[in-house]
């Protein structure tokens, strides 16, 4: 026999797709030809292929072989091909029935010593195998915990290329997957450990429970930061279906822990103002990876020091925090990767960021305009609210009163208006206030009495708010009722959601 095939997946951004990996044994000129499109990873493989076969103590065919992935149509990137192209080659020889893999998905990179190594993205590859119908997958002994947690799929592991050829030969076992470990949340910083700033803690538990983007603009020390890092321990634990998002997110990326299960706690993402648009949106050669947005799905991408992260950089974000995805064109194809975040924003009022505030600031009006208007105007239109916090006082941080409300407290009734809000919507398919569609909620039976929105229309009417910010103000209306166990707004929530994205009183 000179023709052989065998299963693999291939990734294109987070969407994975079943490759045919076919091996052709000629006679001729020796030679190996990788054809569909592959990468130059892949193109090296021909060298990695033959070394691990002759150091597993193999026949290598002194043949032209073609080695053929389909659909050709589809880029092949990666070196997670290897174990299917070497498989596939020993089957063409006729030395290897590969009867005992037929219909099995075969995955993981080589090494020259004939070991599987551990590769990027298998989470994401196993969920496409077992979406195309594919019961059982072979994967590197370090991702089995990985692929463990898809459900549908027996997990077989290899830690090397010998173990699999024995396997396939009759005379040996495939290793099993290691036990789950509990799915458990960890617990992450106390909101009770911040001092004061109770306007910023309603904020912040505002925009939990709606989903909504948050901007924090006060002196340093004021507790920005630890209000952002609190956050996530206020949102919900992610359910099967958003932790698989995530996990996969984070394994095609490279940082999904070792032998951990589904990641439940939403993640937190906090870039260095340094970052750029590639490493915050996505991007590379070939093919683009998740940045910090997508890796932030389902959870918090925190910008400390907005201002001074370049204007492009910034920008960038526009289009993902719309539509809660970002889609990315190269020579290559295009990349789609998930973006559904709460973006958080933490900013000095200017340069000199004294804590006293403008008491004893020092920048010129010009200056701090400047320094403001780094955070451009579409950008902060779409950050539902926006709120200045004060420099702590004596007295807020040596206070001997009771202490302040713990995560734990405020995370529950963050669940119960989640839970009030996905009821609502559930007939449209929203979870959260902060995707609902302006139209949505200006006509009925959502609508509004003209009574309780008149402040907002006014604002409307004289430029004080855009179209934008006016349907974004009533989703942030719905969150406080919802917060307060109501089933609709009422004026007084509509002034607490426009003094909360306008600062106004």
């Given at each position: 026999?000179?023709?052989?095939?065998?299963?693999?997946?291939?990734?294109?951004?987070?969407?994975?797709?079943?490759?045919?990996?076919?091996?052709?044994?000629?006679?001729?000129?020796?030679?190996?030809?990788?054809?569909?499109?592959?990468?130059?990873?892949?193109?090296?493989?021909?060298?990695?292929?033959?070394?691990?076969?002759?150091?597993?103590?193999?026949?290598?065919?002194?043949?032209?072989?073609?080695?053929?992935?389909?659909?050709?149509?589809?880029?092949?990137?990666?070196?997670?091909?290897?174990?299917?192209?070497?498989?596939?080659?020993?089957?063409?020889?006729?030395?290897?029935?590969?009867?005992?893999?037929?219909?099995?998905?075969?995955?993981?990179?080589?090494?020259?010593?004939?070991?599987?190594?551990?590769?990027?993205?298998?989470?994401?590859?196993?969920?496409?195998?077992?979406?195309?119908?594919?019961?059982?997958?072979?994967?590197?002994?370090?991702?089995?915990?990985?692929?463990?947690?898809?459900?549908?799929?027996?997990?077989?592991?290899?830690?090397?290329?010998?173990?699999?050829?024995?396997?396939?030969?009759?005379?040996?076992?495939?290793?099993?997957?290691?036990?789950?470990?509990?799915?458990?949340?960890?617990?992450?910083?106390?909101?009770?450990?911040?001092?004061?700033?109770?306007?910023?803690?309603?904020?912040?538990?505002?925009?939990?429970?709606?989903?909504?983007?948050?901007?924090?603009?006060?002196?340093?020390?004021?507790?920005?930061?630890?209000?952002?890092?609190?956050?996530?321990?206020?949102?919900?634990?992610?359910?099967?279906?958003?932790?698989?998002?995530?996990?996969?997110?984070?394994?095609?990326?490279?940082?999904?822990?070792?032998?951990?299960?589904?990641?439940?706690?939403?993640?937190?993402?906090?870039?260095?103002?340094?970052?750029?648009?590639?490493?915050?949106?996505?991007?590379?050669?070939?093919?683009?990876?998740?940045?910090?947005?997508?890796?932030?799905?389902?959870?918090?991408?925190?910008?400390?020091?907005?201002?001074?992260?370049?204007?492009?950089?910034?920008?960038?974000?526009?289009?993902?925090?719309?539509?809660?995805?970002?889609?990315?064109?190269?020579?290559?194809?295009?990349?789609?990767?998930?973006?559904?975040?709460?973006?958080?924003?933490?900013?000095?009022?200017?340069?000199?960021?004294?804590?006293?505030?403008?008491?004893?600031?020092?920048?010129?009006?010009?200056?701090?305009?400047?320094?403001?208007?780094?955070?451009?105007?579409?950008?902060?239109?779409?950050?539902?609210?926006?709120?200045?916090?004060?420099?702590?006082?004596?007295?807020?941080?040596?206070?001997?009163?009771?202490?302040?409300?713990?995560?734990?407290?405020?995370?529950?009734?963050?669940?119960?208006?989640?839970?009030?809000?996905?009821?609502?919507?559930?007939?449209?398919?929203?979870?959260?206030?902060?995707?609902?569609?302006?139209?949505?909620?200006?006509?009925?039976?959502?609508?509004?009495?003209?009574?309780?929105?008149?402040?907002?229309?006014?604002?409307?009417?004289?430029?004080?708010?855009?179209?934008?910010?006016?349907?974004?103000?009533?989703?942030?209306?719905?969150?406080?009722?919802?917060?307060?166990?109501?089933?609709?707004?009422?004026?007084?929530?509509?002034?607490?959601?426009?003094?909360?994205?306008t600062g106004e009183l």
């Amino acid at each position: 026999m000179s023709y052989a095939k065998v299963l693999c997946v291939g990734l294109v951004g987070v969407t994975g797709h079943l490759v045919e990996v076919e091996a052709d044994l000629a006679a001729g000129l020796p030679a190996v030809i990788i054809s569909g499109l592959p990468d130059t990873t892949l193109h090296e493989a021909r060298d990695r292929v033959r070394a691990a076969i002759v150091n597993s103590g193999q026949h290598w065919p002194n043949r032209r072989i073609t080695v053929n992935l389909l659909p050709a149509t589809l880029p092949k990137i990666g070196s997670g091909f290897d174990l299917a192209v070497a498989t596939a080659l020993l089957g063409g020889t006729g030395e290897l029935p590969l009867a005992p893999v037929d219909g099995v998905a075969l995955l993981g990179e080589l090494g020259l010593d004939g070991t599987v190594r551990p590769v990027r993205g298998l989470l994401p590859m196993v969920v496409a195998a077992a979406r195309a119908g594919v019961t059982q997958v072979v994967v590197p002994a370090a991702n089995a915990a990985e692929a463990a947690v898809v459900p549908g799929v027996r997990v077989k592991a290899v830690d090397t290329l010998h173990r699999l050829i024995a396997f396939i030969r009759g005379a040996g076992e495939l290793l099993d997957p290691p036990p789950p470990k509990p799915g458990t949340v960890q617990a992450g910083p106390d909101l009770a450990d911040v001092a004061g700033q109770a306007f910023g803690k309603r904020a912040l538990e505002i925009a939990a429970a709606g989903g909504h983007h948050l901007a924090l603009i006060g002196p340093p020390g004021a507790g920005k930061t630890m209000l952002a890092e609190r956050l996530p321990g206020l949102l919900p634990p992610l359910d099967d279906a958003a932790a698989l998002e995530v996990s996969a997110l984070h394994s095609i990326a490279g940082v999904l822990p070792p032998g951990s299960a589904l990641l439940r706690r939403p993640p937190f993402q906090a870039p260095h103002h340094s970052a750029t648009v590639a490493s915050l949106v996505g991007g590379g050669s070939g093919l683009a990876r998740p940045g910090a947005v997508s890796l932030a799905h389902h959870g918090v991408l925190f910008l400390d020091e907005a201002p001074e992260f370049h204007g492009r950089v910034l920008d960038s974000l526009r289009q993902p925090l719309e539509k809660g995805r970002v889609l990315i064109t190269r020579a290559l194809g295009v990349t789609e990767y998930p973006a559904r975040c709460q973006l958080v924003l933490a900013a000095n009022p200017c340069p000199c960021a004294r804590p006293a505030g403008d008491q004893l600031c020092e920048c010129p009006p010009v200056v701090r305009r400047r320094y403001r208007n780094r955070l451009s105007g579409p950008l902060m239109d779409r950050i539902d609210l926006q709120v200045s916090l004060t420099a702590l006082r004596a007295v807020d941080l040596m206070t001997t009163q009771a202490p302040a409300e713990p995560t734990a407290t405020v995370a529950a009734r963050v669940a119960a208006a989640r839970e009030a809000a996905r009821q609502r919507w559930a007939g449209q398919g929203w979870r959260t206030n902060s995707v609902v569609p302006g139209p949505a909620l200006r006509r009925p039976p959502w609508r509004l009495p003209a009574g309780e929105t008149a402040a907002l229309r006014r604002r409307l009417d004289v430029g004080a708010i855009s179209a934008r910010g006016f349907d974004r103000i009533l989703r942030l209306a719905w969150s406080i009722a919802d917060l307060d166990g109501r089933s609709r707004p009422d004026s007084a929530d509509i002034d607490e959601a426009i003094q909360l994205r306008t600062g106004e009183l």
